[in-house]
């Protein structure tokens, strides 16, 4: 696989996660399936119904604990250790990549295991399943807390868009793996990319928004086909 030198970037959606046990949310046990995503992940269902939401996350905190990475998780993990130039941006708010060793990731959509008072902002970590109390609170000032995440209609953080949109600007190969690449700023990622002449490759089960933008597709398990690209 000739990627030694080249410029890779990868961008993951919950595919990823599928055969780590991970419901994706369009899949069909997909989250969405009993709920529209605005109506659990958005500011607006928050404030209306806080338990409720947090009912949600906590559920999928439960389901991400008994998850492990899989081969799909660790071949990304391995490309870093190889690529002096790879980055990998996600939207998985399951923290699976770090687990399995990835170093170089963006958290585009935030984590599940963080958690953010809704008073003062700050952020901390907090992985305990189940959680004692819900809503939890702040333990600074008692305010209410809420996940690390990006909802539906807010913006994505600064930062982490800014490195993502560059790093897509600058790839020689990149990588759409898992994603229905439906939402956006971060379908938006492959088609900056191809238009600065990146390679696209795309892992997934089925097609895609995106797979009349790739140059290469994998049809899938991506946790069978990303393995075999790489070796
Ligand atoms: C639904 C979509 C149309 N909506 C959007 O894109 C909206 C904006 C918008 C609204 N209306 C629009 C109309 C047109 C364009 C855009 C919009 N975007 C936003 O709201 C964004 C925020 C978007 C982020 C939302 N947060 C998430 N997650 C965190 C929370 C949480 O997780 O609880 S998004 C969430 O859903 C997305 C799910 O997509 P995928 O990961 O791709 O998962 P999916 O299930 O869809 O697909 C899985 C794929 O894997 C494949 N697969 C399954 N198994 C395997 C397998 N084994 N192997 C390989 N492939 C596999 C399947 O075939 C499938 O293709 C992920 O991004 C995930 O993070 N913010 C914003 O626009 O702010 C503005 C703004 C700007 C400035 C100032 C103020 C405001």
Redesign the pocket.
């Known amino acids: 696989m000739g990627a030694m030198r080249r410029r890779v970037v990868a961008l ?5 996660s ?2 780590s046990g991970v419901p ?4 069909p046990e ?3 399936r009993r709920y529209r ?2 109506e ?3 500011p607006e269902a928050f404030a209306r119904d806080p338990i409720r939401v947090w009912e ?2 906590a559920w ?1 905190r439960e389901c991400i604990a008994r998850a492990t990475p899989n081969p ?1 998780h660790r071949t990304l993990a391995a490309m870093e250790e190889v690529l002096p130039d790879f980055l990998l941006i ?4 399951d923290g699976l990549h770090s687990q399995a060793g990835s170093r170089r990731v963006i958290e ?3 984590s ?1 295991w963080r958690m953010r008072c809704v008073r003062e902002g700050r952020v901390w970590e907090d992985r305990r399943v189940p959680l004692p109390e819900l809503p939890p609170r702040c333990p600074a000032c008692g305010a209410l807390a809420r ?1 690390d ?8 953080p600064k930062a982490a868009w800014t490195q993502a949109f560059r790093a897509a600007a600058e790839a020689e190969i990149f990588l759409i ?11 938006s990622l492959p088609r900056w990319a191809r238009a600065h002449g990146a390679r696209l490759i795309e ?4 097609d ?1 928004a995106l797979t009349p933008l790739a140059d290469e597709v994998w049809r ?6 990303l393995p075999r690209w790489w070796a």
């Open positions: 993951t959606g919950a595919g990823v599928a055969e994706t949310f369009r899949g997909g989250l969405w995503p605005e659990l992940a958005s949600w996350y999928r799909a996600t939207q998985n708010v585009l959509h935030g599940l996940p995440v990006v909802w539906f209609g807010e913006p994505l793996i898992g994603t229905s690449g439906l939402v956006e700023p971060a379908a892992f997934n089960i089925e895609t899938g398990p991506v946790g069978e086909t």
